[in-house]
DNA sequence: ACACAAAGTCACCAATCAGTGACAAATAAA
DNA sequence: TTTATTTGTCACTGATTGGTGACTTTGTGT
């Protein structure tokens, strides 16, 4: 058993912001960013409210540095080596969107962030999907447009609605919402129907649009 | 002018009820379904909050209430006569999703509820969604049903994911987002370009899963 | 005019919230 | 060991919240 009859706590700056970052998480995971209260964040922690305002400058310094270090678009940004591309990609981006389409839906967390940026204002999470546009401009430029030429306007727009159909059945489906067009989006036949019909509608956008 | 020196009020109970039901909208679209509160909404009526209490028995009984009176899918159970339907229901189709795209994009109320059923559970708008589902479910089966016959799997999976894209974008562009794929979902040719984009995947589906 | 019920207001309570100053405990420097 | 600084706790204030009992005002029926 351990030695210390009244429990004494190794003090340590860095190692407390992170627990307050992981608090953070962790409240947004299980109860959604409206928990985001600093009472709760810092009983949630195991440490004094105090120190979020000593160390963070308060509530809003915490939650912006905690979505600071967040990335959840590290497999879209996938060093792909443009010169490797001989099918415009098709390949690639269907993968990319399958996976995020799986990865939203195993991940509460990015959920719940998805959820507070369509929900609140706020000047870091404007960031951060301004980041996300980055990277994706990235894939967009150097793949797509170069493939689809006068057509790549119509292409964007494609590919939008199904990235966006992606993210938001994922979110349906966790609350509220079981069935979407009869599709049980949380059942493992139904999210295969989806992925295919992800496959198909990308396929249908490099076929037709070329 | 008004000939009452002491402000006095008409007092009706069904009048102040819808009072209230009016509030919980007009505070929805305003400040978001967390704003909900007890406290504001009875000042945003002008009656006293004791009396949710009395007529609903609550905060949730009027928010239940004013859930019910929602009916936000009125143009899809449009009287469609599948004997008329020609074309699969293609036309049909596609008008009903542009003109919902639209419609979600003008309606602030309506996205504040969208968003509220993404993000709290709760049994009244559970029974919103499965109503709204009860609706689709008749334009499936009378119609893309027999058309696609056995594809009609493929063709729903298609589907959700083109009206929720449609749902998503707009959510999406309202807060913290102005450009998806590097399109302005706000602006009037970004818009279009969804649109043509929704047209002409509804259309491949139509060609490709026959 | 009167009584009575319905409609509505108000003052109050308890719980929860953000924020802060005074203090205690641990660590580092001397 | 002593001193000073950092790290952390605690108790308190003031504002806001949900909720309720006692009250006043209005309308209605006799």
Redesign the pocket.
């Known amino acids: 058993m351990e030695d210390n009859p009244?429990k004494?706590?190794?003090?340590?700056?860095?190692?407390?912001?992170q627990q307050f970052l992981d608090a953070v998480g962790k409240i947004l995971k299980t109860q959604g960013y409206s928990a985001?209260?600093?009472?709760?964040i810092a009983t949630t922690a195991?440490?004094?409210?105090?120190?979020i305002?000593?160390?963070f400058g308060?509530?809003e310094g915490l939650l912006d540095e905690y979505i600071k270090t967040q990335d959840f678009w590290s497999n879209v940004k996938s060093e792909i080596e443009p010169n490797e591309i001989t099918d415009g990609g098709k390949e690639f981006i269907t993968n990319t969107v399958l996976e995020q389409f799986d990865y939203v839906f195993r991940n509460k967390e990015f959920q719940k962030v998805l959820l507070w940026r369509l929900s609140e204002p706020r000047n870091s999470l404007k960031k951060l999907t301004d980041e996300q546009e980055a990277n994706g401009e990235f894939i967009l430029q150097n793949i797509m447009d170069t493939y689809f030429a006068e057509n790549s306007e119509d292409s964007r727009a494609a590919m939008a609605l199904i990235v966006s159909g992606a993210y938001y059945l994922n979110l349906y489906a966790e609350i509220n919402g079981n069935t979407f067009c009869g599709i049980d989006i949380k059942s493992e036949t139904g999210r295969n129907q989806i992925k295919k019909a992800i496959a198909m509608l990308i396929e249908q956008v490099y076929t037709f649009l070329k």
Chains 1, 2 share one sequence.
């Not at 985001?36 to 709760?40: C, G, P, V």
């Open positions: 009244v004494t706590r190794i003090r340590n700056k860095e190692n407390s912001k985001l209260k600093i009472n709760n195991g440490l004094d409210k105090k120190l305002y000593n160390y308060g509530l």
